[in-house]
């Protein structure tokens, strides 16, 4: 599986986001900067967490707005993968590619621990690994993390299928408990924990739990 993680100034997660998805695919991903134009052809795209652009303005605004971000809005929209952890998730919220907005945290603290999640919706390109109610353990570790969005839009997300998980306990006020949700089609992912964290026991799996591993699994199940 061809893959790339697109890097913006102050992304702090691409290389976990590259050392995870060589980790399951066995190759290692294409490291995009955001100002170039264009990448070769790829079967996955990645945005990672971080603070681009320091969270100036608001979070991934700045970012979502790249010269790459038309390329991977293009190739989104014609259906390749698109995973967006953290502030990646931030950045398409910001660029259109999902609906809803991510605000600051409820109790307006940085939030980093191991929670937990329940995958609401287990038939997508990101989530076939993982069996529907199934609750699992990823890492967060964000300050804005709130996500809203009208409740026509919250009722439209849960109608259609496109809450992907959901947080098990309140951790940053998110509307719904919504902590990763997929555009119509399916194939863009937005979400706030880290499953590129927990894929292995050296990259912080621990008691034989790498719950983040099935989610890139899914996608590479789901190639060719």
Request: proline share 4%; with cysteine.
């Amino acid at each position: 599986m061809k893959s790339a993680v697109i890097v913006f100034p102050g992304s702090n997660c691409d290389r976990d986001m590259a050392v995870a998805i060589e980790k399951v695919t066995g190759v290692k991903p294409t490291m995009v900067w955001h100002q170039e134009y264009d990448f070769d052809p790829v079967d996955f795209i990645a945005l990672p967490g971080g603070f681009s652009y320091g969270d100036y303005l608001r979070c991934g605004a700045m970012s979502a707005r790249s010269h790459i971000m038309g390329e991977v809005a293009k190739r989104a929209k014609a259906g390749v993968p698109t995973l967006g952890v953290c502030n990646g998730f931030q950045v398409l919220a910001e660029a259109g590619l999902l609906p809803g907005a991510l605000m600051r945290n409820a109790g307006l603290k940085f939030v980093c621990r191991d929670v937990s999640l329940k995958v609401v919706n287990a038939d997508t390109r990101f989530t076939s690994g993982y069996d529907g109610g199934q609750e699992i353990t990823v890492p967060v570790a964000h300050h804005d993390g709130n996500y809203f969005a009208d409740s026509d839009t919250i009722s439209a997300l849960e109608d259609g299928g496109q809450v992907a998980f959901r947080y098990t306990e309140d951790i940053n006020g998110s509307c719904n408990g919504i902590a990763g949700v997929t555009n119509k089609a399916g194939n863009i992912l937005g979400m706030m924990p880290h499953p590129e964290r927990m894929v292995d026991p050296a990259l912080g799996g621990f008691d034989g739990i790498h719950d983040g591993r099935a989610l890139f699994e899914s996608v590479l199940a789901g190639i060719g």
